[in-house]
């Protein structure tokens, strides 16, 4: 249920708050007032495609808001909501959209940015939007199959199931296509996968070996470095003819202090330090010793190493970034070739399975036609009852069905709303006999009898009443308000008899604000609802015949026969 909208610097309307409740809510005005932006404001609400022409002219931005309450009795809403870790308490939903000149734009749900896929699978469950040129979509037979598959929980459950085998029969019949390639191609790709897998094996790789020759390859390139590193550490060690060596020099401070300490005892303390410190430079000075005798260099042994590193860089490129890249190339190479290798003996197999696949789904299809059909004669029933109080009176409507031959994504070979408005008439496809006054009333009827998918959800009806008149004008306001039942209703309409079923009633018009003009909204009380009648009936110049006979209409709309008669 849609309780609030707010809207701000949208075309015409400058700032504009609205209060709506339960019940049938009627918006009319004059041509021109701004009936259509409200919708199109509804609409930004609704995920669709905002354009800098809606940015009221002198400001920046637009903004719209709507709150709404939702009772979600599937759990659908709330899923769609948890994935997308919008948080709500109570039922409460407030949906926020700005949009800028420069074509920027945001959306939150309850304080939480959306991208408009998210906004606009979040919306159908709170709106249902129709309009004279929605009705375009009651020609669509995808649309009829939709109504169709809806209208009993045994059929819904049943085209779910074959929906899911149709999915693993198109799986498995893709694949068979591409085993069936032919026979040229399939051995230039065994020819590429053969070659392929044996440069990579050839290559004998070991994991991180790249890293480690790495190392190896810049340890070798600064051998000469090192060795002369290694020659002055020895030096400093040993000495030479014209200087001793730290360790003969250390030998020396040893002997002094222990000489000292036998004048001062406290010399015998430095003395021990001195001799654990010689036995520590003695075996930095060993293990030097021992590094340099065992280090060596090699320039034929480089060379190897940097050929081996710039082939394993080679195949970096060609088969991925690392060397576990290119073993796991390696593993999905072997698979295409074993499977294109045998590919005569997978694809019978796959040809068995499509065969099973198959019986399975025509066994399911033949099913969901005998469910089909049952519903559509309960659906025919309730939908010519409902066109013979709207004023179809000898039409007939019904869906077209043929059996499944091929194999279809639904499970028939046809379906599609078929109409005639006339007795004695054949039955035609509904897009090509409906005249625009009919579709108006079909498309009404459709609302009524179709699947309650729809319940709870505010529907809104722009100008849905269009072609007619009269007795049918009545009869179309009773089913509008018996929709109400369902769920809230919003009707924008030129026709006085649909305008007496509102419960609550607005009225749009435009007026001049600081020399520019500006659409309002007004809430009429129960005098100016009648006189709004009266003038949709009459035009400006109401007279109290009029008035009389719009009080007459609402009392004959609402059922109070009596109070018409006071």
């Known amino acids: 249920m849609l309780q609030s909208l707010h809207i701000h610097n949208?075309?015409?309307?400058?700032?504009?708050?609205?209060?709506?409740?339960?019940?049938?809510?009627?918006?009319?005005?004059?041509?021109?007032?701004g009936k259509s932006i409200l919708l199109d404001a509804i609409g930004m609400l609704c995920g669709k495609r905002a354009s800098a022409s809606f940015v009221r002219q002198g400001t920046d931005a637009f903004l719209v808001e709507g709150a709404f309450f939702f009772l979600d009795k599937t759990g659908a809403l709330g899923k769609v909501l948890e994935a997308n870790h919008i948080e709500w308490e109570d039922g409460q939903l407030i949906i926020s959209r700005k949009f800028h000149k420069s074509g920027r734009g945001s959306i939150l749900v309850n304080g939480t940015l959306a991208p408009t896929s998210v906004v606009r699978a979040i919306s159908a469950f709170l709106l249902d939007i129709h309009g004279q040129f929605d009705n375009q979509l009651i020609f669509d037979p995808a649309y009829h199959v939709t109504i169709l598959d809806s209208l009993t929980p045994e059929l819904k459950k049943v085209r779910r199931e074959y929906d899911n085998m149709y999915s693993n029969w198109r799986?498995?019949?893709?694949?068979?296509?591409?085993?069936?390639?032919?026979?040229?191609?399939?051995?230039?790709?065994?020819?590429?996968?053969d070659f392929q897998i044996k440069e990579i094996e050839g290559a004998q790789l070991k994991e991180k070996e790249d890293e480690e020759l790495e190392e190896a390859i810049n340890k070798a390139?600064?051998?000469?470095?090192?060795?002369?590193?290694?020659?002055?550490?020895?030096?400093?060690f040993e000495g030479g003819e014209r200087q001793k060596g730290m360790t003969e020099q250390l030998d020396e401070v040893h002997r002094s202090l222990e000489k000292a300490s036998a004048y001062e005892p406290s010399f015998a303390g430095l003395a021990a330090r001195v001799e654990t410190l010689s036995y520590e430079l003695e075996d930095i000075h060993d293990s030097v010793v021992r590094y340099a005798d065992s280090f060596t260099f090699d320039e034929n042994a480089l060379d190897r190493m940097q050929s081996r590193l710039a082939s394993i860089e080679k195949l970096k490129r060609k088969y991925g970034f690392t060397i576990s890249d290119i073993m796991e190339f390696l593993k999905k190479a072997k698979a295409d070739f074993s499977r294109l290798d045998q590919s005569e003996s997978t694809l019978a197999e796959l040809e068995k399975q499509i065969q099973q696949e198959s019986r399975a789904l025509r066994q399911k299809a033949g099913q969901l036609m005998e469910l089909r059909t049952a519903a559509d004669t309960i659906f025919r029933k309730k939908m010519e009852d409902t066109l013979f109080r709207l004023g179809l009176i000898n039409s007939r409507i019904a869906f077209h069905l043929e059996p499944m031959q091929d194999i279809t994504e639904e499970g028939a070979a046809a379906i599609e709303l078929y109409f005639s408005a006339n007795k004695g008439e054949a039955m035609q496809p509904l897009a090509k006999i409906a005249s625009g006054g009919e579709v108006s009333r079909i498309a009404l009827a459709l609302k009524a009898n179709g699947p309650d998918s729809v319940e709870g959800r505010t529907m809104i009806f722009d100008e849905i009443d269009?072609?007619?008149?009269?007795?049918?004008?009545?009869?179309?306001?009773?089913?509008?308000?018996?929709?109400?039942?369902?769920?809230?209703?919003?009707?924008?309409?030129?026709?006085?008899?649909?305008?007496?079923s509102a419960d609550h009633h607005y009225f749009i018009y435009k007026k001049e604000k600081d020399g520019r003009t500006v659409t309002q909204v007004r809430k009429l009380s129960e005098e100016d609802h009648i006189r709004e009648i009266a003038r949709m009936f009459a035009g400006d110049d109401t007279s109290p015949a009029s008035i009389t006979a719009a009080r007459q209409l609402i009392c004959q709309v609402r059922g109070n026969i009596s109070d018409c008669k006071k």
């Not at 498995?172 to 230039?188: I, M, N, T, Y």
């Open 10 to 33: 949208f075309a015409l309307i400058e700032d504009l708050h609205i209060s709506f409740a339960d019940g049938v809510t009627i918006l009319t005005g004059e041509t021109g007032a």
């Open 171 to 193: 799986d498995l019949c893709r694949e068979a296509q591409k085993l069936q390639k032919d026979e040229g191609e399939k051995a230039r790709l065994l020819s590429i996968l």
């Open 221 to 236: 390139s600064h051998s000469e470095h090192i060795k002369e590193t290694l020659r002055t550490a020895l030096y400093a």
């Open 466 to 500: 269009v072609g007619i008149s009269g007795q049918t004008g009545l009869q179309v306001a009773a089913e509008i308000h018996k929709l109400s039942r369902r769920g809230q209703v919003l009707c924008i309409t030129h026709l006085p008899q649909t305008a007496a």
